[in-house]
């Protein structure tokens, strides 16, 4: 690690990431908003992470001489702590340290159970370095002894009144992550997450926040009370989340097909997405199957409003299908609209029920009429010549009146 001040080395480093790995530390490590070691908080606890999970600061030798390991092996440091405390002191010692800066208490301290304590303040100690030396241009990390000597010193007086500013990052549980993609996938394709995949998503949301650390001021009174507290800087949004699970649906639907989506007891939103957009492509006119609007899904899923992007798609594709209806159509109509009017028209004049509109090549016939959209009168007077026409009563109320109309002009009338 550089020393701002000169430029020059000022620390030396042994050890290095979690796992036995031995690298060399340097400032990219702890500097910077991609530096490998941040302190993060999750659930009101803080405490210096990786990508890899929570690890811990060993500090040890003293003056020109202190060296830094980082590891994620509790026990280890635990270890490194004990044999450096008993160099300055004794095991007795460290106890009346961990108890004076009140990491003990009264019944701990009594019992010797002093190891609890001891993770607690290599946890603070851990933090305090990492965060003094990113944020606070502390040249050098505290030793442990150091360290509980200056909290025994703080706990002996009131806190005096101020504002401090410390990063943090509000990290989500492994077992909350897991529950929210597992809900995700339930609501989305019917079905709970699996292994793998809650696990994907994990690491993802990790990443996003690790490396999207905040700044959190706290102003406090004399007594040491909060009065005030403020965060700025980047952190994780909803619409990052929303993007993380997507992510782990569009690989899973990318397997699926509509029969086994349709298959789930509970639902789920894709089955819904699929009949909404067949029952938009009908009202358009355009025949889709349940695996053709799948493929619709796939293709937009993840995107903000994608349902609502498709459908415009298909609406653009009726317009360019139906030039006789392209100006109903921008203005909000489909084509159902109107083949529906013409299938009233048919009823009236023949007396059937159409069944299905959009299939009916008489109404299809008059939507896509060459010389443009058939007329009304039109449209009957070609229904007038169909066959049917001449048994309903409206042809033989016609044919009535023009009989009579020729016998009363030979003079044969009433």
Request: net charge neutral.
């Amino acid at each position: 690690m550089a020393d701002p001040t000169t430029g020059g080395p000022h620390v030396q480093f042994f050890g290095g990431t979690p796992n036995g790995t031995t690298v060399s530390l340097s400032d990219a490590d702890f500097l910077g908003n991609n530096a490998t070691y941040k302190v993060v908080t999750s659930n009101g606890r803080q405490y210096v992470s990786s990508a890899k999970g929570e690890v811990f600061v060993i500090v040890t030798g003293s003056g020109k001489n202190l060296k830094y390991q980082v590891t994620d092996d509790l026990t280890k440091v635990q270890a490194a702590y004990i044999k450096e405390y008993a160099k300055s002191g004794s095991i007795a010692g460290l106890k009346k340290a961990l108890f004076d800066a009140k990491y003990l208490s009264k019944a701990d301290y009594a019992s010797g159970n002093y190891i609890g304590g001891l993770v607690n303040a290599i946890t603070d100690l851990s933090v305090q370095n990492v965060a003094g030396y990113a944020y606070e241009n502390k040249t050098e990390f505290t030793p442990l002894t150091s360290f509980l000597s200056t909290a025994k010193s703080a706990n002996a007086a009131p806190s005096q009144a101020g504002t401090k500013t410390v990063p943090t990052t509000d990290l989500t549980d492994v077992g909350d992550a897991y529950r929210e993609i597992n809900n995700y996938m339930m609501d989305t394709i019917g079905r709970e997450a699996t292994a793998a995949e809650k696990a994907a998503y994990y690491a993802d949301i990790h990443a996003r926040e690790v490396s999207s650390t905040r700044k959190v001021t706290t102003t406090t009174d004399a007594t040491g009370k909060i009065i005030k507290q403020a965060g700025e800087g980047a952190y994780v949004t909803q619409d990052e989340r929303d993007s993380a699970m997507a992510k782990v649906a569009i690989a899973a639907l990318g397997t699926m097909d509509s029969k086994t989506l349709s298959a789930s007891p509970k639902g789920s939103k894709i089955a819904t997405d699929i009949a909404s957009l067949q029952s938009t492509a009908s009202s358009y006119g355009i025949p889709m199957s349940a695996d053709e609007a799948l493929k619709y899904i796939k293709e937009g899923f993840g995107a903000k409003d994608y349902i609502s992007k498709q459908q415009e798609r298909l609406r653009q594709q009726a317009i360019v299908l139906n030039p006789n209806l392209s100006s109903y159509i921008q203005g909000g109509g489909t084509v159902k609209d109107i083949a529906q009017t013409y299938a009233s028209y048919k009823n009236k004049k023949l007396g059937v029920i159409v069944a299905d509109p959009m299939a009916d090549k008489d109404i299809q016939d008059a939507i896509h009429n060459s010389g443009g959209l058939l007329s009304v009168a039109d449209f009957n007077r070609k229904m007038q010549a169909n066959p049917l026409w001449g048994k309903t009563e409206e042809a033989h109320n016609t044919a009535t009146d023009f009989i009579n109309t020729i016998l009363s002009s030979f003079g044969f009338g009433g």
